[in-house]
């Protein structure tokens, strides 16, 4: 259970998020949807200390996160963002052990741990002596996926995580994300500004704008006709383009039969 | 040449050895202070700003000039410790040199950890916060190996560039490579001057070499390279150090010696004396003649020859010139009573600063003494070595006689007389002992009014060894025993062109001579 209480951050002076309130039950996959300058970024960077809020209150569990060092906070979160932050100088393998290391698992463990991990993300094991730099988009941020997950953490925070992949990659990098987060029985707050990928992961979505909370509802409630004119017309740019394509696909369809009708 | 190259090669092991210890050291200290300055002002803005520009102003100062400030700073601090603690240390050799070197070595190191450190990806700096990692961590885990290609390339720099300075450690007394150098520029050994750059060169070049093999394998990760260049590096400092480790305890007895030809045989003909009577002797050469008058008063050095008349003037600030007896009589009350420096006796002869001219010129221009070239003066240039003209001789002679020239030309005293040979000056500052006055057919012009002191040649001993009766019997038999004739002879036979002596030559010469006076 993460619990934002009257959350506030500025950076010299600007706003950049809050006040706002936020809970988010156990288990839950939570998309956090908005333009650049929402705040959304912030708004995750609360939950794992990483930004600190000027006023206002992040519990984990009812317990309120202030009362513990940042970096043990961390410790219990995974955390993973578009630019993926392999350190190049450590193995894929390596990469991936950091968290168990900083808990203090024994090397038997991480080592167990870590075959677990290459399965569970879909990556050949033989991949685990490699250098970051040898790997594809994809992978680097399957192994990033991995990492995050290496210390077994119940809390996923995920900014961008899909970002900078091709929508092949991407797609199916979000399905089997979506897949663990059931099976690991995670609760994930993940930010992005793609409405596709947020109607299609999430479980609920928090709409963003200028720091303020727009709309906070199911995929479902968000698409049927909703108030806020902001969020409607968000909403349609989906189906407006999905419409378009199909217009394309049919277009294209008749374009094709025509040679056929000649030869 | 053989033999000049071989006296050259026997002198390696111990300059060599001097040399690396003194750039190690320097190097060593230099990036235990800059590595975490650097980690500190890549952390917080109001840090870097004052260390970078801090390295940065040291690095303005000329090497050598640093090197030299720090005998008189060390004096001071010396002193200081004296009236509170009650030890001294020595102001004069490898401190002075370590503290400069450290000071010129901070910069690359400085100025590469800032740079590799804040260059490290945010993205990664991003992911070790997010993990949880604490600075610390961070900075062990992630930044210091991520950004140790660049390290090791600001370690390369200060390496080569510590090198390179050491060779200036020796005008402070500390022997290193640079001793060819300077020694070799004073008596115009181009092959030791040479020796002492292609040495130094070579030095440098190879830790250069090895230094950049563990700087590829930190950026390609390949910990062989890491290895091979720090074993390397282990066993060459190993090699070059070794002469130390064989000679055991310091020497005895330390000689000094300004940086002129005759101080160099004079330094020898003592040292020989000294390893005569069965003791272990180190010539400091090369030292500036107003630092060596405080190094033998605080007993750094065991005893050197000075003039008498360089005594009275700048260590007694006296200006007046009652005579060649008195100067003497009252130069040994006066150094016994103020510093416990004992003066052994004149050696027998006069090393004098005198105005002289070629005597082709001097006769076309009707100038017989000094009067005669006061009327002359104000067409003509005077060349003198570096230190006359802030003399108080200078402006004694410059006062009384009223002198006014066209222009004054500082030179090392070699180039001195060249630019007198070539027209380039029409009037030297030269010394009365020296060999080039006979043989460049200069005449020493007259001082009717007496403006320059006397110049006796005078044996000093420290205070440390007033009363060793060791080294006094060494070096009583000298006093007298010199005169103006052998001692140009000795002095020429180092300074000439063709069949040139080296200074130990020329000193067993000397003591040749004096043995067949004695026996006589």
Not at chain 1, 73 to 96: A, D, K, S
Not at chain 1, 241 to 257: K, P
Not at chain 2, 98 to 103: D, E, G, H, P, S
Not at chain 2, 336 to 362: H, K, Q, S
Request: with cysteine.
């Amino acid at each position: 259970m993460i619990e934002l209480l009257g959350v506030v951050k500025a950076y010299g002076g600007a706003p950049a998020a809050g006040p706002l309130s936020l809970s988010i039950p156990a288990g839950t996959f939570v998309a956090i949807l908005g333009g650049s300058g929402s705040g959304k970024t912030t708004t995750l960077k609360m939950i794992n200390g990483l930004v600190v809020p000027d006023a206002g209150e992040v519990r984990i569990d009812g317990a309120p996160t202030g009362a513990t060092p940042g970096h043990l906070l961390r410790r219990r979160m995974g955390y993973v963002f578009q630019e993926v932050g392999l350190f190049p100088h450590m193995t894929v393998g390596e990469n991936i052990a950091v968290g168990p290391r900083l808990a203090g698992w024994t090397p038997e463990r991480t080592a167990q741990r870590l075959t677990t991990l290459l399965e569970l993300v879909a990556l050949p094991a033989e991949l685990a002596a490699r250098l970051p730099a040898e790997l594809s988009g994809g992978q680097r941020q399957r192994v990033g996926l991995a990492r995050a997950l290496a210390a077994e953490p119940a809390i996923m925070l995920m900014d961008e995580p899909f970002g900078a992949l091709d929508p092949v990659v991407r797609e199916a990098l979000g399905r089997d994300y979506r897949a663990l987060h059931e099976r690991l029985s995670l609760t994930t707050v993940m930010v992005t500004h793609d409405v596709m990928e947020a109607l299609l992961l999430a479980d609920r979505i928090v709409v963003m704008q200028s720091g303020a909370i727009l709309a906070d509802d199911t995929p479902g409630a968000l698409l049927a006709d909703h108030p806020e004119p902001d969020v409607r017309a968000l909403m349609e740019t989906p189906r407006a383009q999905a419409r378009r394509v199909e217009a394309l696909a049919a277009e294209r369809g008749a374009d094709a039969r025509e040679p056929d009708g000649r030869g | 040449m053989d033999d000049r190259f071989a006296a050259a090669a026997r002198l390696l092991p111990d300059y060599l050895s001097q040399h690396v210890l003194l750039s190690l050291c320097a190097l060593t200290l230099g990036l235990a202070i800059s590595l975490p300055l650097a980690v500190a002002a890549s952390r917080s803005q109001a840090v870097r700003w004052p260390a970078l520009f801090g390295a940065s102003l040291v690095q303005t100062i000329p090497s050598l000039a640093l090197l030299a400030l720090f005998y008189p700073l060390l004096l001071a601090l010396s002193g200081l410790s004296r009236a509170w603690f009650g030890f001294t240390f020595p102001a004069l050799g490898f401190a002075p040199s370590l503290m400069a070197l450290t000071l010129y070595s901070m910069l690359p190191i400085l100025r590469n950890g800032v740079a590799g450190i804040t260059g490290v990806d945010p993205a990664v700096i991003e992911a070790a916060n997010g993990m949880g990692m604490t600075g610390t961590q961070r900075l062990f885990q992630v930044e210091l190996p991520l950004a140790a290609p660049v390290i090791m390339a600001g370690v390369r720099t200060a390496a080569v560039w510590t090198i390179g300075a050491a060779t200036l450690a020796t005008p402070v007394g500390q022997t290193s490579l640079g001793n060819y150098i300077f020694s070799g520029l004073q008596t115009e050994n181009w092959v030791a001057v040479l020796f002492g750059c292609v040495a130094a060169a070579g030095l440098a070049l190879s830790v250069d070499q090895l230094l950049g093999l563990v700087e590829s394998g930190l950026a390609a990760r390949r910990p062989w390279r890491v290895w091979a260049g720090a074993v390397g590096l282990a066993v060459g400092a190993a090699l070059a150090l070794s002469p130390l480790i064989g000679t055991g305890a310091a020497p005895a007895y330390r000689i000094g010696a300004k940086n002129f030809s005759e101080q160099y045989i004079l330094a020898q003909l003592m040292a020989g004396r000294l390893e005569g009577a069965g003791a272990r002797v180190a010539i400091r050469d090369d030292l500036g003649s107003a630092t060596i008058y405080r190094a033998l008063a605080a007993s750094e050095i065991d005893a050197y020859v000075d003039y008498s008349g360089t005594l009275w003037a700048n260590v007694l600030g006296r200006t007046d010139n009652p005579g060649r007896a008195q100067v003497l009589v009252g130069l040994k009350q006066a150094l016994a009573r103020r510093d416990g420096v004992v003066l052994l006796g004149p050696l027998g002869f006069e090393n004098a600063y005198a105005l002289a001219m070629r005597a082709d010129r001097a006769r076309a221009l009707g100038v017989a003494s000094l009067d005669d070239l006061a009327a002359k003066a104000s067409g003509l240039v005077l060349g003198s070595d570096l230190e006359f003209l802030s003399r108080p001789e200078w402006k004694s002679v410059e006062s009384i006689y009223a002198l006014k020239f066209r222009r004054l030309v500082s030179y090392q005293p070699t180039f001195m007389y060249r630019a007198l040979a070539d027209g380039e000056a029409d009037v030297i500052s030269a010394f009365s002992s020296d060999g080039r006055i006979e043989a460049d057919r200069l005449v020493v012009l007259p001082d009717p009014r007496h403006a320059l002191p006397p110049y006796d040649a005078v044996i000093l001993v420290s205070p440390r060894r007033a009363h060793d009766a060791r080294l006094l019997a060494a070096l009583k038999p000298l006093v007298g025993a010199i005169d103006v004739s052998a001692m140009r002879a000795a002095n020429y036979s180092v300074d000439r062109d063709q069949d040139k002596r080296t200074p130990a030559q020329a000193a067993a010469v000397l003591a040749g001579r004096l043995r067949v006076a004695a026996g006589r």
